[in-house]
């Protein structure tokens, strides 16, 4: 969003002047009151040490809280060891608790697994032992390509048993997108299923393996196959096993040992303002900490009683965090559900929630617009009676929305905790606390405990109150990325280099009257389409890729439901001008060569794209366009004339 358009939705937002503080018996029962923000203060790191030991076991405690010798590379509990799986699993079961229920799993086509903390263990280890007899060992990648099914959070922790390090790839990526990332990581086995279900139909994964292992020079040697909706799967000799033969017969004995708190944990990728995709790297010992206590802390979780949801897709980071990780850890009982939330019918996730009697639901502001667009009345016939705390993450949500989810969602009374954080970060980073902050509808607001966050302006200078700026991160936290894998150097460029020693988040942000944070979206070419990032250039090397196009630039522009939609600019070569099916060729193209995620909501076929006199693409006048806008300050182009010829191109 250029600066300009950043300030008309602040001013916007400065009219919201709704209040909503935590209700008296809330604010006296909460998991997290305000001492926790003097702790914090006053502790400075030893804030985190203590976190760590009273929320994770370690097998040996760490003699050294934070190591920043070696900024921006960050070793947190230094000479500490603990194993992620046995914190999320054995320890709960040790401690009488193996008849909880971990995980309430619901197919799409109504299926269902209660799933104790026992049980869960069991098939860990048996999926431990199945890797390990694939020649799996600490240290190696593992490519996970899996549904929301129970068997994607068993194989993370298997692999996080091991030390073997998981980079799960959202499944709604093309085989290209999933064959680029094992390369990069250099993954020796892949999990996936022979599909999953989608809106009431099956739906197929195992092909995209298939796709992406065809040409030679990879590195997997073994594919192990979950049968999920028992479609015909092509299958591979010697390279494919299916998981009911692999896992369900190996050993239920397996000694989870304690790695170091800095052995890598996983890999996931997400994109960048350039075309390549970053494999952002997160170690153990930190990420578990801080995971563990935002959600203990900003969802007021109890984990005897409540039910939580968060209904993130494993792909994505909130679903490592919240769903594969924290709320294990945290020993807690959690839905998962594998499908489209209007299948059957538009109030499923309504009836889920009545059915499992869900007390905090996580979910993005695109899937609440979404609901909102279907109307009240389909929530309403549920009983929601159960739900305490609502959260949402991955964009920023604006104040209708928030109003209707409190509204409607949380019976008017259930706190709203906006979530503030990234792929990077690896867990919360602004998030009020719902005990303690006196709610703004459409603001994240405050830092969470232990987190330095401010707003800079250019020079790097923390603006005042009533202005806005960058978000930054100023101190090193648990949770952050240790590095882009393989790539130190991009590491320091994409995030270090832009303010002296301050991390910059690549989001634009405010600070109101009372210094709260109102997050205003992204900075740079990095588009945010239903709480997914995506890459413009990414989308426009996939564009040229395709032989009819000669350029193109990819813009994104806001859209009612999903935030911002993909509007693609782009100049044809020859030929290919009178081809009638080219918009529909060329978004297939970008669904091959990324998925379907990417492919642009429009393609405007235009003769010249604005460049300044130095050649680079101005984007800000393509989205005015997109958007529908009277066209800004053109005068820094090399050919002013332009947007007036690609005007009467989209007029014809
Ligand atoms: C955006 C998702 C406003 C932001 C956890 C960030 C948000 C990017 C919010 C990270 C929020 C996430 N309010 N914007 N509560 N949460 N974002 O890596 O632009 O998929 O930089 O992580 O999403 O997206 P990512």
Not at 356 to 377: C, E
């Amino acid at each position: 969003m250029s600066a300009e358009r950043q300030g008309d939705a602040f001013e916007n937002l400065l009219h919201e002047e709704r209040r909503f503080p935590p209700s008296e018996e809330f604010a006296a029962n909460a998991v997290a009151q305000p001492s926790l923000y003097d702790e914090a203060r006053e502790q400075g790191t030893e804030f985190w040490a203590r976190q760590a030991r009273e929320l994770l076991t370690w097998e040996k405690d760490f003699t050294q809280t934070l190591d920043w010798s070696d900024a921006p590379f960050a070793k947190w509990f230094v000479g500490g060891t603990v194993n992620a799986a046995y914190n999320a699993l054995d320890r709960h079961v040790e401690a009488g608790l193996g008849d909880r229920v971990a995980i309430h799993f619901e197919g799409e086509p109504g299926d269902t697994r209660t799933i104790t903390y026992a049980e869960l263990t069991r098939e860990v280890k048996q999926a431990a032992n199945a890797f390990e007899s694939l020649g799996v060992r600490k240290g190696d990648r593992v490519a996970v390509y899996l549904p929301m099914i129970p068997e994607a959070v068993v194989t993370m922790l298997a692999c996080a048993r091991i030390g073997a390090v998981h980079s799960v790839v959202f499944g709604g990526f093309s085989a290209d997108a999933l064959r680029s990332r094992i390369d990069d990581a250099e993954a020796k086995l892949v999990v996936t299923s022979d599909g999953t279900y989608r809106r009431g139909k099956p739906s197929a994964l195992k092909p995209a393996v298939d796709g992406a292992l065809e040409k030679e020079g990879h590195t997997v040697t073994s594919v192990v196959v979950v049968r999920r909706n028992n479609e015909p799967v092509e299958w591979t000799e010697g390279r494919d096993v299916w998981w009911h033969d692999a896992v369900a017969h190996a050993s239920e004995e397996h000694t989870a040992v304690a790695h170091d708190a800095e052995h890598p944990l996983f890999i996931l990728y997400t994109s960048g303002t350039t075309g390549k995709p970053k494999g952002i790297l997160h170690t153990t010992g930190g990420y578990l900490t801080q995971t563990a206590f935002t959600h203990k802390n900003t969802f007021d979780l109890r984990p005897e009683t409540d039910v939580f949801w968060c209904t993130a897709d494993i792909g994505w980071v909130t679903g490592h965090s919240y769903v594969a990780y924290a709320p294990l850890v945290n020993g807690a009982t959690q839905l998962m559900y594998e499908g489209t939330p209007d299948t059957p019918h538009q109030g499923r996730w309504w009836e889920l929630i009545e059915k499992y009697k869900v007390s905090i639901l996580y979910t993005a502001p695109t899937a609440i617009r979404t609901f909102m667009k279907w109307g009240r009345d389909i929530p309403k016939k549920y009983d929601l009676s159960s739900i305490r705390v609502l959260g949402s993450v991955g964009e920023p949500i604006n104040p209708e929305a928030w109003m209707w989810y409190r509204e409607v969602i949380g019976g008017g009374k259930a706190p709203v905790v906006d979530t503030w954080w990234q792929t990077e970060t690896g867990a919360h980073m602004i998030a009020p606390m719902p005990g303690v902050t006196a709610a703004k509808p459409g603001s994240a607001q405050v830092a969470v405990p232990g987190i330095a966050v401010d707003v800079v302006d250019e020079m790097g200078e923390s603006v005042p109150n009533g202005s806005g700026g960058y978000l930054v991160i100023r101190e090193p936290w648990p949770a952050m990325l240790r590095g882009i894998w393989g790539d130190p150097q991009r590491f320091k460029d994409t995030y270090w280099s832009r303010f002296d020693a301050m991390y910059f988040a690549g989001d634009g942000a405010k600070k109101d009257d009372d210094g709260d944070i109102w997050l205003l979206g992204r900075v740079d070419d990095v588009m945010n389409i239903s709480g997914h990032r995506l890459s413009t250039t990414e989308i426009e090397s996939a564009l040229v890729s395709h032989p009819s196009v000669a350029e193109a630039a990819v813009v994104g522009a806001s859209d009612e439901t999903t935030g911002q939609a993909v509007v693609a600019f782009v100049i044809l070569r020859g030929s290919a001008k009178d081809d009638d099916d080219i918009v529909t060729t060329l978004r297939n193209h970008v669904g091959k060569e990324i998925g379907p995620i990417a492919k642009p909501r429009n393609i405007l076929v235009v003769p010249e794209l604005p460049k300044t006199r130095s050649g680079k693409i101005m984007r800000r006048l393509l989205k005015d366009v997109a958007e529908g806008r009277e066209v800004g300050d053109a005068t820094t182009l090399s050919d002013p004339t332009i947007m007036q010829q690609i005007a009467a191109s989209l007029r014809k």
